[in-house]
């Protein structure tokens, strides 16, 4: 009964793990939605006479204009301000591409999509888009956690079984001790 006991124990020591380290993957999913609803990017136009901020998804959050911006008349201010809403989108969808991948993993190879699909749709490369990827600034979060893993992948082997408790005080072995010591 000892040998059980000790199994049933290590069992319960590894369910236990099992569940701190989803605890550990969930905190990781709260700081990466804080970190999109946080997200914020912004593009200029060249002469600087239009500014564009985003937030999470390529939302509009504010449009500036220079009065120089607003001297170049109907036809120009109009192109200016699309073409710097599409680079702030883009830097937005970079971004949210990027926390994702910090938590998730590269598994999906998401920033690589992101990338192919804004080099098809702007009529750019890939390099050069990752270029500009390299050039944003970093973000700043309270906790790192680009090495957590959310997603597991189905090659993974388990983790390996925690040894058998030394002194037999483990919270698991009291825990079974009370479990069997009822049934008695």
Known sequence: MSAEFEHLVAEF???????????????????????????????????????????PGGAVLDVRFTEAGLAKGPQALSAAVLATLREAVGEAARRQALIVQEHVGDDLGLVDQVLETQATAFGTTVEELRAKLADEPPRT????????????QADAAPPPPPPPPAGGDSAGDKFLRTLFEEDD
């Open 141 to 152: 979060a309270a906790e790192d956690f680009s090495e957590e893993r959310v997603l597991r």
């Open 13 to 55: 020591e590894r369910f236990q793990a099992g569940i701190r380290s989803a605890d550990d993957r969930f905190a990781g999913l709260g700081a990466m939605q804080q970190e999109l609803a946080e997200l914020r990017a912004s593009a200029s136009s060249p002469d600087g006479g239009v500014t564009v901020v985003t937030g």
